[in-house]
């Protein structure tokens, strides 16, 4: 059975979405078209770069996702400290390190651009906070003037996961006409626009492939893939400004998306418990990303063994 599946951001807990791949392949799904916000984008994009269930899971095995956490070692001095860091780039850290990890494992299937996809198979989520609107990549880098076939997949994954003052923003630089007298004469003027994680506007967007579907003789199915955990009505503990923007980060994606859940979609969701882990928990426990492949692939397992078209 085909479907368009949507996968949920949530940072460090996407590995449970490894696992419900798996799962789903096991259950005899293919993935027709892909989407998906954060660490679900991470994940849509190696599922449209041909990687399986267990390729995902082997990667998660030899990943350390604490080596994304790296800054010039001037930002850990106590005299400078990781806070200047922010006020200067935006973020604790930078996201480099994200975009290379998953640009080397999609140039290693071939994949560079969204050109090298096939047309509509991966779309990505993220959020242009200098303009107050929500980007669905590729196809909405054409309001900055950019093709949408060379868009950098790594790139727009990275947009997608830049967590607010965590990682860095993305700065997208572009031209835009301005009239400049009132007989009309315009002149291009510079502009940038800041993108950061698509959790802020649509964390699950499952909504994605509704549309295009409508209508349809035959329409192919959509399943959404959703992190749930133990931690998630509990609350958060403000110590600071940086865990202050953590929780009302954690909030809006928690929030986000949910109404629509509940009235269109709670029959077509995999239910992935997260096991308390939180999204900015890059060091894990020893044996934690195993748990959470696990707990991915048993919820996603129960789902599929029930579903029906």
Known sequence: MKINAVFEGGGVKGISLAGAVRAAEMQGIQFNQVAGTSSGAIISALIAANYSGLDIKRIVENTPFSSFLKRSFIFNLKVISPALRVLIKKGLYSGEALEYWISCLLEAKGIKTFGDLPECKLRIVASDITNGRLLVLPEDVKIYGMDPKKLSVARAVRM????????????????????????????????????????????????????????????????????????????HEIRGPLTMLEAIFETMMQAHDERYIKKYARDRTVKIPTLGVRTTQFHLPEGMAEKLFHSGFKAATQFFEGFRQ
């Open 160 to 235: 997608s996961a830049s967590i607010p003052y965590f990682f860095d923003p993305v700065v997208i630089r572009y031209s835009k006409l301005h009239s400049l007298t009132n007989k009309g004469k315009e002149k291009a003027q510079l502009h940038q626009a800041y993108i950061v994680d698509g959790g802020l506007l649509s964390n699950f967007p499952l909504w994605l492939f509704d549309k295009e579907q409508a209508g349809r003789t035959n329409p192919v199915p959509t399943v959404g893939f959703q992190m749930v955990g133990k931690n998630d009505n509990e609350p």
